[in-house]
């Protein structure tokens, strides 16, 4: 599956920006997806994951109350609603997959980028104060 990240720019702190992840190649319903983001000198961090079908998603606390992951399996597309912005949002984000379910069942897994086997370029948010 080949990812195509989309929507960044730049937003005062409190706005909102919605990002979008298109996937080509095998339906995008085979694969657990997700979002990571990376600020310039920091580790590349979760932020959320969705399942196959969209009925559980999965948020680091940092975003949680604030972001939200959806999915849209019949146009291949998955989403990020981020609203309340923060300066600490800044960062690429970058979405994911994972066509095997079972390597994401604990919440230590899913945050890892080591458990994703696939990664779209990333789109750049900045968030100004």
């Known amino acids: 599956v080949q990812l195509q990240a989309s929507g960044g720019g730049l937003v005062q702190a409190g706005g909102s920006l919605r990002l979008s992840c298109g996937a080509s190649g095998r339906p995008s319903s085979y694969y657990v997806m997700g979002w990571f983001r990376q600020a310039p000198g920091k580790e590349r961090e979760f932020v959320a994951a969705?399942?196959?079908?969209?009925?559980?998603?999965y948020y680091a606390n940092s975003v949680k109350g604030r972001f939200t992951i959806s999915r849209d399996n019949a146009k291949s597309d998955m989403y990020l609603q981020m609203n309340s912005l923060k300066p600490e949002d800044t960062a690429v984000y970058y979405c994911?997959?994972?066509?095997?379910?079972?390597?994401?069942?604990?919440?230590?897994?899913?945050?890892?980028?080591?458990?994703?086997?696939?990664w779209g370029e990333g789109t750049l948010v900045t968030v100004s104060s």
């Open positions: 969705v399942s196959k079908m969209g009925g559980n998603t």
């Open positions: 994911t997959a994972e066509a095997n379910a079972g390597t994401l069942l604990s919440s230590r897994a899913r945050s890892s980028p080591r458990s994703y086997e696939y």
